[in-house]
């Protein structure tokens, strides 16, 4: 059984793929996703996190995109793709509630889930190097 947070991710996920692929804005994505599912308030306040922070933070998050996967200009990186790498990227940067690997880990479970067959690795090798900086900074 996914636990909650999981879940929330999954629905944050769901509502920046409609961000992105059809520019609705945030709460009426958010509105819209939810509407379709039957969640918690716990959910509900940890979706509208990771989402507002994504959309916060989305310049520098991207721009982490761009540097650790140069090969990969952003807008040619599926929607999904990008969505799980700049979920992740916040809660790595930015939310710092969970450990890092904790992070990668439910980003390679939703590109499991959501993506293509090389998504998953995809989403480990950028996430890797996004965590190498982070434990650069930190020693």
């Given at each position: 059984m996914k636990g909650a947070r999981h879940k929330?991710?999954?629905i944050a996920l769901q509502v920046l793929y409609e961000i992105d692929?059809?520019?609705?804005?945030?709460?009426?994505?958010?509105?819209?996703?939810?509407s379709t599912n039957e969640v918690t308030s716990d959910?509900?306040?940890?979706?509208?996190v990771l989402v507002n922070g994504v959309i916060k933070?989305?310049?520098?998050?991207?721009q982490n995109i761009r540097d650790f996967a140069?090969?990969?200009?952003?807008?040619?990186?599926?929607?999904i793709d990008r969505n799980i790498l700049r979920l992740a990227i916040f809660e790595i940067l930015h939310d710092n509630k969970i450990p890092v690997k904790v992070a990668i880990n439910e980003a390679v479970?939703?590109?499991?889930?959501?993506?293509?067959?090389?998504?998953?690795?995809?989403?480990?090798?950028?996430?890797?190097?996004?965590?190498?900086?982070?434990?650069?900074?930190k020693s």
């Open positions: 929330a991710r999954e692929a059809v520019e609705h804005s945030p709460e009426s994505a958010i509105d819209h996703i939810l959910i509900i306040d940890f979706v509208r933070y989305r310049e520098e998050l991207d140069p090969a990969w200009p952003l807008n040619q990186i599926s929607i479970e939703l590109a499991k889930t959501f993506g293509s067959n090389n998504s998953s690795r995809f989403i480990n090798g950028v996430l890797g190097s996004v965590s190498n900086l982070v434990s650069n900074k």
